[in-house]
Nanobody, 124 residues
């Protein structure tokens, strides 16, 4: 079992950057794939990015964030990061970190362990 806690959200102007962190508990964090999802007001939760168990594994991105967001992980620190550049007002949402055992996925229903979310607001 693993617990995850997000941090790093905030208010930023369009074109700016933020780095979100997902800190995980548990000694087997390296056995979990991690994903970032977001939910804007009145919208369904959507996939943002995902990374496999290793820092050198394949990463996955939603088309809407490709080229702007980068997901990475540091298993020594039990942390996954989401570097968000060139932010747009439409990136405004609550961002959630989620973990699942072993295989990476991009569907929210496949992730069992979720954080409470961190608010990201991008002003125009």
């Amino acid at each position: 079992q693993v617990q995850v806690v997000e941090s790093g959200g905030g208010l930023v102007q369009a074109g700016g950057s933020l780095r979100l962190s997902c800190a995980a508990s548990g000694r087997t964090f390296s056995s979990y794939a991690v994903g970032w999802f977001r939910q804007a007001p009145g919208k369904e939760r959507e996939f943002v990015a995902a990374v496999g168990r290793s820092a050198i594994t394949t990463t996955y991105y939603a088309d809407s964030v490709k080229g702007r967001f980068t997901i990475s992980r540091d298993n020594a620190k039990n942390t996954v990061y989401l570097q968000m550049n060139s932010l747009k007002p439409e990136d405004t949402a609550v961002y959630y970190c989620a973990a699942k055992w072993f295989l990476v996925a991009t569907t929210s229903s496949e992730f069992r362990y979720w954080g409470q979310g961190t608010q990201v607001t991008v002003s125009s």
